[in-house]
């Protein structure tokens, strides 16, 4: 099969497209998909700079990608929930040995982390949503955010924040989030009721005693200021450090770090407000599967600039 591999961590110069990559086993519990879309997230930049190296005790040739939309080709003997035809997408667990992400054109999921695309969602929407999606779920139940909640999401154009805007306004709450002048308009569009130029303002000048905040940009001091006694602050960007969570236990704040748990559930919940046109999925720029066109991913993502999701497509629509 054809696979996106790196044989050493480093820039975006590492990644190469092979035509003759093994092909996964599945076991009894998983499926194998083939591969119509990806897409590229943070975490996979991180991963291929080494940022990772001591989560994960990878051997080289190494694939990244945790985001897939496809086509099932072959169900294990204990799959009952999916058949060989159907459309689905994951975010699927993380491969221990690093040998098999969703930069291939084949990909064993268990099935507990698949869900059924919707009819009329694209494989490029269905691959932009699985990693940033149900981390925008997770994380807004981790914050307890229900109707009424004032919540800050920072960076609102990014993968995470475009999908929890929405999620947050379709729980009730008034949000309140970050973004450079020219994604303004775009985030009041998602729902953002206050919009932060981060270039002009800080966020500790606009609002204050808010419930909750959704950190995917590290500012955990400034998010921590910006909380009422009794609020939670959910970070997905940074550690906390022992002064920082002494000073949210002193001010009466949870400050937590969050990690994303994939789960086929969420997904089929985002795959709902999808279909019922109660959820909208950004894709930023498609590029495509070959090593010029994943490098040239990579590097939209770690520009910053990217507004939605980034997404390399194996078979284009």
């Known amino acids: 099969m054809k696979a996106a591999i790196i044989n050493q961590f480093g820039s975006s110069n590492e990644l190469t497209v092979v035509d003759n990559y093994d092909e996964p086993d599945i076991a009894d519990n998983e499926v194998l998909i083939e591969t119509f879309a990806t897409s590229v997230n943070p975490i996979d930049y991180k991963a291929r700079q080494g940022a990772l190296r001591g989560m994960f005790n990878w051997t080289f040739p190494v694939v990244l990608g945790w985001d897939i939309a496809g086509v099932i080709t072959k169900a294990g003997a204990n799959v009952t929930e999916f058949s060989v035809g159907d459309r689905v997408f994951a975010r699927p667990d993380m491969d221990a040995t690093g040998k098999f992400g969703s930069y291939a054109t084949l990909m064993a999921v268990n099935v507990d982390k698949v869900a059924l695309m919707p009819d009329k969602m694209t494989f490029a929407e269905a691959a932009a949503l699985p990693l940033a999606g149900e981390t925008a779920l997770q994380m807004l139940r981790t914050l307890q955010v229900t109707a009424g909640s004032k919540v800050l999401i920072q960076a609102g154009a990014g993968g995470v924040g475009i999908v929890a805007i929405q999620l947050a306004k379709l ?4 949000v309140a989030t970050t973004a450079g002048h020219a994604n303004t308009e775009f985030v009041r569009q998602l729902g953002a009721d206050i919009v932060i130029d981060y270039h002009e303002r800080a966020i500790t000048d606009v609002i204050s005693k808010y419930d909750a905040v959704l950190d995917s940009v590290g500012d955990i001091d400034a998010g ?36 994303l748990q994939p789960s086929g559930k969420d997904l089929a919940e985002l795959a709902s407000y999808y279909q019922n046109d109660r959820l909208r999925v950004v894709i930023d ?33």
């Open 171 to 174: 729980m009730g709450s008034t």
């Open 224 to 259: 921590l200021d910006v909380l009422a006694p009794g609020g939670r602050l959910v970070t997905i960007s940074a550690n906390p450090t022992e002064e920082q969570l002494a000073i949210a236990e002193k001010m009466h704040k949870t400050l937590t770090a969050g990690w």
């Open 285 to 317: 720029s498609k590029f495509p599967f070959t090593t010029d066109g994943v490098r040239s991913a990579h590097e939209r993502v770690e520009s910053h600039h990217a507004r939605g999701k980034v997404v390399i497509e194996m078979k284009p629509e």
